[in-house]
């Protein structure tokens, strides 16, 4: 099912020859109404008429997170004031939060493009939608909202928390789809099993949207084997609209990432290039092409993904991305080699005996130490499993990073535990 | 007549086999045998004790990662080529040895051998077959 058939079906061609038109259009409202950028432009001797095809894309300057904290709180709205109708704001991790403006149009065509999503997986007008994300300042819960009632289905503005009330709306109104974290699903699951709920036979959810927190694969699985439902990945982010700016179809095998209103790259981070052959991994860099209050040119999300070649079997002809595997800001490079301690984690979670804590030791002759637990129940007393769980690890993390690290095996609670974000990262080099 | 062992995973930290040893001397642990098996990044600590069900709790409650296993304890003529006898019965009989390790009492005349092989029972039936004098438990416990 598509909610649009003509754009999420456009022939490649057609679709980049309205992505230029749109580029066009976007780089010469920039340009002319927002100083931030016309200054950029000016520095770099760019016009806006250099800008004639997809490739000329390059050379555009980069919009970083700092640029939107430097033009705090309207510095880059290229409508009048009274054009605006809406605020969001997102938290960074750092500093002051990113004030984000929406038009009227912006917010139509955020609530469109998440119709589109959700007709993706397989929603319709009879579909009821429990919204448990927090309504506010933050995009998550509104651009859905707005989506859902674009599709006609009945939303049920929950919000977050109050597990025993969200368990009786779901039980009084037969909540077919959820919109949850993926935490606050896992925990629901155990409140359920305490009060004597069965999610699969008592309830009649179908499906969940699950995000705005990093999960795995393992915790997709889980939450769909817990409730008996489809989880579909999704992508989103407040400086581009919010939530459905990529999102999976039936397949669930990568997020369509709507090219109509985004034109994507992928780069590497350290030469800024853009990666050499599609499929590779790098940082995705999005310029909105459908945004009239505030145009974002080349914006780096510091995200880390790479776009899936080839066509989906569901005929949409937006490319997809993967999974998101870490930031890009964490990012080291050992004997020429990018690496994101996030590759190296994904590899240690998958195997079973070692536990979920570890540390990455780069020292001056450019190596690479991997130092990991080992769980209490491995351990056999046979040196041979030891030395087996070690050449595993070695060699399932030199396919991943190209690089053979030295792999140590630590007696369990023997790393630092932190609280928070973790310092994974050791770098021995830069002292 | 299999003997336990306690194996202990040690990573290569200074002082680290210090602190074991230390916390089974507090607890007046007897250590009748000791092996370490080592790579450059960690090793295992093998020990035949006087109390090895007590052993494992007490170090365990100070977060050694502790295992128990089962072995062979054999008695051995403390004379050339006595061992040697022993791995050619276990070689006839197509058994692989995982590890071995020895120690010779104070006054006899006999060694001490420690030895595990992939399959304990038919390396037993072999040994004692061969005429080998097999340890119990509490006859190693107490050397």
Known sequence: MFWNKEIETLSRKKLEELQIDRLKKTVKKVYDK???????????????????????????????????????????????????????????????????????????????QMARCLIMSGMTSEDILQNMMTYGLFTGALVMHYGAEKVGCLVIPAGPGNSERQISLMQDFGTTTLHITPSYALYLADIMESMGI???????????????????????????????????????????????????????????????????????????????????????????????????????????????????????????????????????????????????ERILMSTQRVGKNYQIVLDALDDITVRVEISKDMFDGNMEHLVDLQKEITGKLKAEILVTPKVELLEPGSLPSFEGKAKRVIDKRKL | MKVKQISIFLENKKGRLYEALQVLGEANINIRALSIADTAEYGILRLIVSEPDRAKKVLQKVNFVVQENDVIAICVSDQPGGLSHVLNILQQAEMNVEYVYAFVQKKGEKAVVVLRTEKLEPAIKALEKAGIQILKEKEVYCI
Request: glycine share 8%.
């Open chain 1, 34 to 112: 927002v100083p931030f950028y016309k200054n950029k432009f000016m520095e770099t001797g760019i016009k806006p008429q250099d800008i004639q095809s997809l490739k000329d894309v390059t050379k555009l300057p980069f919009t970083t997170n700092d640029d939107l904290r430097a033009n705090f709180p309207d510095g880059l709205v290229a409508v009048p004031k009274g054009q605006i109708i809406r605020l969001h704001t997102s938290s960074g991790t750092t500093g002051k939060p990113k004030a984000l403006f929406f038009s009227k149009k912006d917010v139509d065509v955020a609530a469109d």
């Open chain 1, 198 to 344: 069965d999610p699969i036979k008592d309830l009649k959810l179908k499906r969940a949207f699950v995000g705005s927190e990093p999960y795995t694969e393992e915790t997709r699985k889980k939450i769909e084997a817990l409730y008996d439902i489809d989880v579909y990945n999704s992508y989103g982010l407040s400086e581009m609209n919010g939530p459905g700016v990529g999102f999976e179809c039936g397949e669930k095998h990568g997020m369509h990432l709507w090219e109509d209103n985004y034109l994507v790259e992928i780069i590497d981070p350290q030469t800024l290039l853009p990666v050499k052959e599609e499929g590779q991994v790098g940082e995705l860099v999005l310029t909105s092409l459908n945004r009239e209050a505030m145009p974002l040119l080349r914006y780096r999300t510091r995200d880390i993904t790479s776009i899936i070649p080839g066509k989906c079997p569901c005929g949409r002809t937006h490319r997809r991305i993967n999974r998101i595997t870490g930031r890009s800001d964490d990012m080291f490079i050992i004997r020429g080699v990018n690496v994101f301690p996030q590759q190296i």
